[in-house]
């Protein structure tokens, strides 16, 4: 319908003509308005600017921090910037966006220069597995330029204890030696209600780890660097000073047997500590060892010749002049190069394949 078009062009001329004298940035006579329209409308919906969530998506994302969808009907699809003109409520999820004009970044940032604000973010990327940080010029919720910058340790420290706070032990190295310690402080705490000693349990810890990592984790960035702090050291700085000599007294990490070998502890079992050593070992030990000066017996766990637990007992007197008859039916035969004596109270002990064999 040629009228009809020539009608359209000479209402289109006059209403640019209008635009031309209200806004400094008309175009002149006869060129295009797009650039203006979408001043005009930046200046009079300003919350409505959206950008692109995605390339080739159709999702936007609003300066107010909505998410909506253009409609496929849309004649300004895969551009980046957008003025949604008329957005529906979408109910419970998006918004459609029926009428929207494309807007480039200069513009944006001439029409909207008040309103755009700087900020820097400092987050934990779970991806990188690291803290990074992005400065962004943004209006709203609408991003116009981010660009990566390397934070500080004041900056990176919050954002650290926060992921510590979050995923907890599974992002340091626990060692035996920290376990080993937890278990010692537990034991001593248990023990002497009012002593001072300190909560060392993951649950305290990782509740507040910027009281006990803070000056660990000077550089840290990474989940790397974050496998380099020695836990044990931090966990034994939370021990008062005036504690750590009744650390050693109380509940030491080796015991002595009667072989004459020191044997390691293990304070991690929730049951209490326990002493693995060989049956032979304990040849004529009645009493069953202590720590906490007395208070708690170990868990003595009687190994075979092999390593394996033949009796978990904390009556050692009981064993050998019970359950030690049977054990040694079952295993005198199979392990022939080692002592089985009928008489346990005075054979020597030993951890030789055979008493006395020099």
């Known amino acids: 319908d040629a009228a009809a078009l020539r009608a359209a062009a000479r209402t289109a001329d006059q209403l640019e003509g ?21 001043r005009l409308l ?22 107010t921090g909505r998410g909506a969808r253009l409609s496929p009907a849309s004649c300004v699809r895969g551009r980046e910037l957008i003025v949604a003109v008329e957005v529906d409520a979408g109910g419970e999820g998006e918004g459609i966006i029926h009428a929207a004009s494309a807007v480039d970044a200069a513009t944006v940032r001439e029409e909207c220069a008040g309103r755009i604000r700087a900020e820097r973010s ?19 919720a609408v991003a116009l330029a981010e660009r990566p910058f390397n934070p500080g340790d004041g900056e990176a420290l919050p954002v650290l204890c926060e992921v510590l706070r979050a995923q ?11 376990r080993q310690l937890q278990g010692r402080v537990r034991l ?3 023990a002497f209600p009012g002593a001072g000693w300190p ?29 380099r702090v020695d836990v044990a050291a931090a966990l034994r700085a939370l021990i008062p000073p005036r504690l750590l000599p009744q650390l050693e007294k109380l509940a030491p990490a080796h ?24 049956l032979q070992e304990l040849f004529g030990l ?23 637990p033949v009796q978990v007992t904390r009556d050692l007197r009981g064993f050998w002049d019970g359950a030690y008859r049977q054990v040694r039916a079952e295993l005198r035969g199979r392990y022939p190069k080692h002592p089985w004596p009928d008489d346990p109270w005075n054979a020597p002990p030993t951890s030789r394949t055979k008493p006395r064999d020099r």
């Open 168 to 178: 907890g032990a599974a992002l340091l190295a626990f060692d035996a030696a920290a």
């Open 286 to 308: 009645g009493e069953t060892p202590a720590v906490a000066a007395g208070k708690v017996p170990v868990l003595v766990h009687l190994l075979s010749p092999a390593g394996r």
């Open 188 to 190: 001593l705490a248990a």
């Open 199 to 227: 909560d060392l349990s993951d649950g305290a810890l990782f509740a507040a780890p910027e009281t006990w990592l803070a000056s660990r984790l000077g550089g840290a960035r990474t989940a790397r660097d974050l496998q």
């Open 18 to 38: 209008l635009l031309r004298g209200i806004h400094r940035h008309a175009a002149p006579k006869g060129g295009r308005a797009a650039s203006l329209l979408a």
């Open 122 to 140: 400092v987050t934990w990327d779970e991806r990188q597995r690291r803290v990074v940080g992005v400065e962004r010029e943004a209006i709203g």
């Open 42 to 63: 930046l200046d009079a919906w300003p919350d409505r600017l959206a950008r692109l969530r995605e390339p080739g998506g159709e999702r936007y994302l609003l300066a």
């Open 255 to 278: 015991l002595e047997v009667p072989s004459g070998r020191r044997v390691a502890l293990d304070y991690e079992p929730p049951e209490g500590p326990v002493l693995a050593v060989k």
